[in-house]
């Protein structure tokens, strides 16, 4: 089973508007971190922001914030006025807890045109 | 401060050669992750060093393989060149090798491998 799922391949959103950029994720453990990374053209990850899964509120970096729905096991991004810039290929991971403290699992991305 | 340095930006190879990346880390980072990017594919955890040992190791076979200098930097060897290795391959490091969830990996640019 997928570790990680993006199911929107691709994303066509107005400028300044917002847009739900959706991740579900498979884990059996009752600690793990949730990311998301933003990779523009020039191939570089981008941190964006991150959610525990024992923060009880959503993570928000400045336009980002994280929809950490624990029970649907669901942790979508949301960037609020979009700009040209976000265009990109957005990539939700998750890191367990135990042994493989340091393996992510990366989804297959979702790739965010923003419009002028 | 200087982020994660890779090098070569392009490698092209031919088929059963051998190919070396590198990667420097941030200053004071101590761990170091390598993941591959297939063309249009999300990214597959490759090896973890930290502190000029090998941690973990994802799924690929044997002729990959490293290595983790007292500098922290670190190599990618690749043997064997097969046309499927054509990819991305993405650095990270980190500052803590492990027990902290939000342990956030800082990405290179990457080195773009063709096999021809």
């Known amino acids: 089973a997928q570790k990680i799922t993006q199911t929107q391949p691709g994303m066509f959103v107005q400028e300044k508007e917002a847009v739900t950029l959706d991740c579900t994720y498979d884990t059996s453990d009752q600690s793990y971190g949730l990311f998301w990374y933003k990779q523009p053209s020039s191939g570089e990850m981008i941190f964006l922001i991150y959610q525990g899964s024992y923060d009880e509120q959503n993570a928000t970096e400045g336009r980002y914030s994280l929809n950490f729905q624990k029970a649907r096991k669901s942790a979508n991004l949301v960037i609020s006025a979009s700009q040209l810039g976000d265009s990109a290929m957005y990539f939700c991971?998750?890191?367990?807890?135990?042994?493989?403290?340091?393996?992510?699992?990366f989804g297959s991305g979702t790739k965010l045109n923003v419009k002028p | 401060e200087a982020g994660v340095t890779q090098s070569p930006t392009h490698l092209i190879k031919t088929r059963g050669q051998q190919a070396t990346l590198r990667c420097s880390p941030i200053?004071?980072?101590?761990?170091v992750y390598w993941y591959q990017q297939a063309l249009g594919l999300g990214l597959q955890f490759l090896l973890w060093y930290d502190e000029g040992e090998e941690r973990n190791r994802g799924n690929f076979p044997p002729r990959f393989s490293g290595r983790q200098f007292p500098n922290y930097s670190s190599e990618l060897n690749v043997n064997a060149l097969e046309l499927e290795d054509s990819a991305l391959y993405l650095c990270?490091?980190?500052?803590?090798?492990?027990?902290?969830?939000?342990?956030?990996?800082?990405f290179g640019a990457g080195t773009r491998l063709s096999v021809l």
């Open positions: 200053s004071g980072h101590t761990s």
């Open positions: 991971a998750m890191r367990e807890g135990g042994y493989n403290f340091n393996k992510f699992y």
């Open positions: 990270a490091s980190s500052k803590v090798a492990g027990g902290i969830l939000k342990n956030i990996q800082y």
